[in-house]
């Protein structure tokens, strides 16, 4: 394409080639990507409402649903900067170093699934598993059901998100309530790509669009396509070329332990690159902080090219425009316990 | 001043020796203790303004201030829950388990000095010894401001916060803005108790104004006073009667540790009752989780008193009456680092 595009500005002048080279680019990346949604999706079987936002809220930054009392969803998933941790990776109940790096929540709504390995299909299903994790949040169903039963507050929150259910207060609305939450409210509208998509050919820069074009060209849109610009399909890290091994470490073998095909070894869910620039380090391994650095190694790894310095940068800087309004949270106050809350056990091995 | 009530009544019709009763332990209790002002105090040399009390917030919920980018001064003083950690005692850097119960950071602003042994005269002398105490954030005055220093947006924030200094970004200017949000935004006014005192007799339920009259007449209010209704002075847990030994571990001679003078061995400020309904456990020690009984265990060990049950009912009742309005918040929105920003590590003894 990028022959094709100087070839045509041969023939014109300069100033019009340009627009027309520029218009065909932003018809071409609306092929590929889609913006940020201005109404949030439905989910099935999951209604919306304002009730339940605000209980999956409170839930998501309650320290109680943990072992510890030290630990929530926000813990990992820290909405101040950017919906991670920053961590190579995740830091758990007793300090315990996890496995993974850990994934944005912010746009999650959007993804083919959740987690790296996509093991849970979507948030519902994702959002309890971290809670009974002895590495992460450490608890138990019974501990955070317990919990959430002793405190009355927590018992009305429940009914009134739940309305006409017999029995509201259950594990299962409590995933439905916190993915109603991130369903709702992590989005990050408006990025200046998003400006671009719309037609403000002006909220890129010309090297972002420089970027933008390397990005189409070189075939990282192969994989990172769609609303998330990634999180929609599988990929092996390392399809062409292994990574240093660091990258990849042999002890996790990505989506191989969901469905325990050969094919799927090394196989993770590619990283939607949504507010990417927010959330480093990079990879399920987080060894690489610096984003060029990130676009240089998925050059090699994935489609065998050895993109010169200011390609990577060119790209690196095209990414930073997927840099979104960051969500307003007005930050939840939580019920006080009763004498029937089972107490915290930070220094119990759960 | 029971017995001189009861006296009153006996020569009057009974509802108006009851409301000059109800009157009378009105005054006295607005003898003793003072609302949370409409208006938050100032702070010498160091102007409120929204620039600073916003850098503080930043500040306040910063994870970057930590060695381990996992720790903020919002991880142990929960501005969800009353301003604490529900911890028996607080749990920083690495999983290390801290000596004392974190006190709330709810109108601290208005204690006589911070920490349970005083050993910082106000909030801006406070402010940054956690960041880098080893056994909380684990970090060092170099860190802390080779990171702030790293990121364009806290540069810039500094000098707002700050103008006219020629160099804003340093160690007591952290301190200044973080004291500056605290004393601006955490406060919890209009407390059931605070109504009482401006006149609505009904804002408190008759068993509160027992448990008030019985606070004021037992002699709790010889040490509880003041608009923290405590947190004003000094005095040594066991004045009377020393309770059991788990609730006054003998490693921590509190205020000692300040002074080196004897009568201070075992002395802890007073603790501070506002929002005490929400900040189990209690004491220094974290040991006690039911506010009846933690008031039991004050009038045994510093007023020699056996109270009733219905009597440290009727006073733990009249302490939920200091929950105030808490601090509404919008979380902030941190910014990204940079390559020059000091990366996080926890798994370094600091």
């Not at 083919?112 to 992460?136: C, H, I, K, S, Y």
């Not at 037609?199 to 074009?213: I, V």
């Not at 380090?281 to 676009?295: N, R």
């Not at 200011?310 to 800087?317: G, T, Y």
Request: glycine content about 10%.
């Amino acid at each position: 394409m990028r022959l094709m595009l100087l070839l045509t500005a041969v023939g014109m002048g300069a100033a019009a080639s340009y627009a027309i080279a520029a218009e065909e680019l932003r018809q071409t990346a609306r092929e590929h990507f889609q913006p940020i949604p201005a109404e949030p999706p439905q989910l099935p079987g999951n209604p919306i409402t304002p009730d339940k936002v605000e209980l999956g809220k409170m839930l998501f930054f309650e320290p109680r649903l943990s072992e510890s009392w030290m630990l929530s969803c926000n813990a990992c998933h820290n909405l101040a900067t950017g919906g991670v941790d920053l961590q190579e990776t995740s830091i758990g109940h007793g300090w315990h170093k996890g496995p993974r790096n850990a994934p944005t929540v912010l746009n999650a709504a959007f993804n083919v699934a959740q987690f790296w390995d996509g093991r849970a299909e979507d948030l519902e299903d994702q959002a309890t598993g971290p809670m009974m994790n002895p590495g992460e949040m450490g608890s138990s169903a019974e501990r955070v059901m317990g919990t959430l039963r002793s405190i009355p507050e927590y018992r009305e929150r429940f009914k009134r998100a739940f309305p006409g259910e017999a029995d509201p207060l259950k594990l299962g609305n409590v995933a439905k309530a916190i993915a109603a939450f991130e369903t709702a409210t992590l989005l990050t509208p408006n990025a200046p790509f998003d400006r671009y998509l719309a037609g403000d050919a002006g909220a890129l820069s010309d090297r972002q669009k420089e970027g933008l074009q390397l990005f189409v060209e070189y075939g990282c849109v192969g994989c990172h396509y769609g609303t998330n610009v990634g999180g929609a399909r599988y990929a092996r890290f390392g399809e062409v070329q292994a990574p240093d091994g660091g990258l990849v470490p042999e002890t996790d073998q990505g989506r191989f332990t969901v469905t325990g095909k050969p094919e799927d070894e090394y196989v993770f869910r590619v990283a939607p690159l949504r507010n990417v620039a927010l959330t480093p380090p990079y990879f399920h391994s987080g060894q690489v902080w610096d984003l060029k650095d990130a676009v240089a190694i998925m050059g090699r790894a994935q489609l065998g090219l050895e993109l010169t310095g200011e390609e990577a940068e060119a790209i690196a800087d095209f990414l930073t425009s997927l840099t979104g309004a960051q969500p307003q949270i007005a930050y939840p106050i939580l019920p006080v316990v009763t004498g029937d809350t089972p107490l915290p056990k930070p220094f119990d091995n759960p």
